[in-house]
């Protein structure tokens, strides 16, 4: 059972930055993919950015392109995202997410494709 905690929310203003974290404990990690997503109020959770087991692939919504990087590091089993330029439109709960076994980053486009989940971490951008 693997367990993720997110952390490094907290309210910004527009054009600031975060970062946020997740660290992984209980399970493998190195092996799998990962993705952070997000879910504002009243919308569907929506996939912001995942990244291969390795760290060499890296994908992200074209909301969020040029301004989120994803990154992992994983003798610390963790994975960030760092978050710039923010926009009103980015306050969501974010969560990160580690995909089920044998799905590479590529397929992992949806909620679907992950087995763990974190708590989410509140980010509220205000103009």
């Known amino acids: 059972q693997v367990q993720l905690v997110e952390s490094g929310g907290g309210l910004v203003q527009a054009g600031e930055s975060l970062r946020l974290s997740c660290a992984a404990s209980?399970?493998?990690?190195?092996?799998?993919?990962m993705g952070w997503f997000r879910q504002a109020p009243g919308k569907e959770r929506e996939s912001v950015a995942r990244i291969s087991w390795n760290g060499y692939s890296t994908y992200y919504a074209d909301s969020v392109k040029g301004r989120f990087t994803i990154s992992r590091d994983n003798a610390k089993n963790t994975v960030s995202l760092q978050m710039n330029s923010l926009k009103p439109e980015d306050t969501a709960v974010y969560y990160c997410?580690?995909?089920?076994?044998?799905?590479?980053?590529?397929?992992?486009?949806?909620?679907?494709?992950?087995?763990?989940w974190g708590q989410g971490t509140q980010v509220t951008v205000s103009s």
């Open positions: 997410a580690q995909a089920r076994p044998q799905i590479s980053a590529a397929q992992a486009t949806g909620s679907s494709a992950y087995k763990y």
């Open positions: 209980g399970g493998a990690f190195s092996g799998h993919a």
